[in-house]
């Protein structure tokens, strides 16, 4: 299973961004469902992602009504809309999948929850 992740850029504060993520290989059963950060320096981080049900969005306080995750199960894509984007946003976005079967760790906040990762997109917000 590959994820690729795409669209990020550099933008200023207050611009918005849209991130896709696409599943390929063999996909069946896997779900792309979150998105983490990592800024330089720092570990990486949870953003959003579907809870248990797949369907209820998580989202981590700070982009909170900023940011908007969803997902197209027939394409196997999830997606990450960010809205009025600060400096603070700026770190490698990376899209992370389970399997069916995979247990959530901390209602899948958790980075331990997800067995595959994209290579990660770049987003840099200028203030």
């Known amino acids: 299973v590959q994820l690729q992740a795409s669209g990020g850029g550099l933008v200023q504060a207050g611009d918005s961004l849209r991130l896709s993520c696409a599943a390929s290989g063999r996909t069946f059963g896997i779900i792309p469902r979150a998105w983490f950060r990592q800024a330089p320096g720092k570990e990486r981080e949870f953003v959003a992602s579907f809870s248990a049900n797949g369907f209820s969005p998580i989202y981590t306080d700070s982009v909170k009504g900023r940011f908007i995750i969803s997902r197209d199960g027939a394409k196997n894509m999830v997606y990450l809309q960010m809205f009025n984007l600060i400096p603070e946003d700026t770190a490698v976005y990376y899209c992370?999948?389970?399997?069916?079967?995979?247990?959530?760790?901390?209602?899948?906040?958790?980075?331990?929850?997800?067995?595959?990762w994209g290579q990660g997109t770049q987003v840099t917000v200028s203030s």
């Open positions: 992370a999948a389970t399997a069916s079967s995979d247990s959530a760790f901390d209602g899948f906040r958790d980075r331990r929850s997800y067995r595959y």
